[in-house]
């Protein structure tokens, strides 16, 4: 079994920064990448970032390249998400899904957390 906790979400201003954290327990894809997404009620779920666990290889979406910064620590099975110059638009439910490859399609990741809002409003 594998289990997904996110936690790092909240209020925040525009221009302001976040850290999401995800950390990864059970017999999850060790070998395979960890992502975020995202889904505001008014959307469809969309990719953000993932990162693979081996080599440290990223992949963002072009709204998070310059904003948000993935990360890792393995010994910690832990995966970061830095969101920085937040914006109105970001505001949404963050989720972190393991899979066994790094792709942008919800539909690699097989194991899911339950989510963290982000809320950006002054």
């Known amino acids: 079994q594998v289990q997904l906790v996110e936690s790092g979400g909240g209020l925040m201003q525009p221009g302001g920064s976040l850290r999401l954290s995800c950390t990864a327990s059970?017999?999850?894809?060790?070998?395979?990448?960890l992502a975020w997404f995202r889904q505001d009620l008014r959307k469809e779920r969309e990719f953000v970032a993932a990162?693979?666990?081996?080599?440290?290889?990223?992949l963002y979406a072009d709204f998070a390249e310059t904003r948000f910064t993935i990360s890792r620590d393995n010994a910690k099975n832990t995966v970061w998400l830095q969101m920085n110059s937040l914006r109105p638009e970001d505001t949404a439910v963050y989720f972190c899904?393991?899979?066994?490859?790094?792709?942008?399609?919800?539909?690699?990741?097989?194991?899911w957390g339950v989510g963290t809002q982000v809320t950006v409003s002054s």
């Open positions: 059970g017999d999850f894809f060790r070998g395979g990448a």
């Open positions: 899904a393991s899979g066994a490859y790094m792709r942008r399609s919800e539909s690699e990741y097989a194991d």
């Open positions: 990162i693979r666990w081996i080599g440290g290889r990223t």
